[in-house]
């Protein structure tokens, strides 16, 4: 809740912001004739609309869970950075048609240096403004305050370019506001488009971060009972709740009180190292050498022929019941994966007849 109560905080000091700089925009616009600081104004009141969006959007996201939502309301954070890249994209587009207007019809404007002055201050104001939030959306982790901060940031250019257009016109009697105002929202509706996939992701389900996924394996198996962690699934509910699952590498001698503390451990030590609820599951490796390790290695060496197998896994021989099984990472671009795992097999088969093969086939989802 305190992350809640700092995003709002921050929010607050963006209205605030905001509210005085389309006070004084608009008063600058009216006197000196200049749409281009009008339409600035009005830009700051959809900077102030942004944060008056992620505030509402934070108090959604920080609802408790319920019957309907178990995972609590979390992703309700992605929506709103998906709405703010919007109004950033709305802005970006409405800015560039006025540019475009104002390059093929440019305005009589009346500049003075007093309304120089009040420009530069507001350009400063949203630098200072833009630096501030986006800091602290990375601090928060708030896809919505990084998307605002660069908001203010592209604010602060076009007021800029509003500045050197007022300047020109003053010292030499030259309108270039409109096409300094079409480059920078050109780059400002790149970045618009560039938030709304970041968050579009977020909400479909990202990749696992690969620094992560590489920290936590390697915290798992710092632990001399497990041989391998495979299989890491990690799910979002939003940035500060993240659920996923793995699977444990272990010898097949351990009894099930010794697998249920090592489990209990290890699910206590993620969550105090890396804030995320975790659940394990367990790969049996055989603990008898010879033939079984002749046989993984055969394995290998055919798997060695097939460039699209990333990873196999889990290998397990069941003498009893006399199958062998294991699992196979094949590369997302593969056309053909269900007729590698065939071929794999039948290579297995014809040296191991008296075994049957069971094999399953994972997504490359981490690493």
């Not at 609309?49 to 309301?73: C, F, M, N, Q």
């Not at 833009?130 to 908001?151: C, M, P, W």
């Not at 367990?282 to 079984?292: D, L, Q, R």
């Amino acid at each position: 809740m305190e992350r809640g109560r700092k995003i709002v905080r921050v929010s607050l000091i963006g209205i605030a912001v905001n509210l005085i700089l389309v006070a004084f925009k608009a008063a600058v616009g009216f006197v000196t004739n200049s749409i281009a600081v009008i339409m600035d104004a009005v830009n700051n009141l959809s900077d102030a609309l942004s944060s008056v969006i992620t505030i509402v959007g934070t108090k959604l996201a920080g609802k408790e869970p319920d019957r309907k939502h178990p995972y609590g309301h979390g992703q309700i954070e992605y929506v709103t950075s998906v709405t703010v890249a919007v109004i950033v994209l709305a802005a970006g587009a409405a800015a560039l048609k006025e540019s475009v207007e104002k390059i093929i019809s440019p305005s009589q404007t009346h500049y003075t240096a007093v309304s120089l002055v009040i420009i530069a201050v507001a350009v400063g104001a949203k630098l200072l403004l833009s630096r501030y939030v986006r800091r602290q959306g990375r601090k928060l982790n708030s896809e919505a305050l990084i998307a605002s901060g660069t908001d203010a940031m592209f604010d602060a250019l076009i007021s800029f370019a509003t500045l050197v257009g007022a300047a020109a016109a003053m010292v030499w009697h030259v309108s270039i506001e409109g096409w300094l105002g079409a480059g920078i929202c050109v780059i400002m509706l790149r970045s618009g488009v560039e938030m709304l996939l970041e968050s579009l992701g977020q909400i479909i389900g990202a990749r696992v971060d690969s620094q992560l996924s590489v920290k936590l394996k390697t915290a798992i198996c710092q632990h001399p009972q497990v041989l391998g962690a495979y299989d890491l699934s990690l799910h979002r509910y939003g940035p500060e709740k993240i659920i996923g699952s793995v699977h444990i590498e272990v010898p097949d001698d351990m009894t099930a009180r010794e697998i249920h503390a090592l489990t209990r451990k290890l699910m206590g030590e993620v969550f105090d190292e890396f804030g995320i609820l975790l659940t394990i599951g367990i790969y049996a490796s055989n603990t008898v050498e010879g033939k079984y390790a002749r046989m993984k290695e055969e394995l290998r060496e055919i798997i060695a022929g097939y460039p699209e197998v990333l990873q196999m896994h889990g290998f397990y021989v069941d003498t009893e019941a006399g199958s062998v099984w294991f699992d196979l990472i094949i590369d997302f671009a593969s056309k053909r994966k269900d007729q590698i795992r065939d071929e794999i097999v039948a290579e297995m088969k014809k040296r191991y007849p008296e075994y049957t093969f069971g094999v399953m086939l994972d997504n490359d989802v981490s690493d």
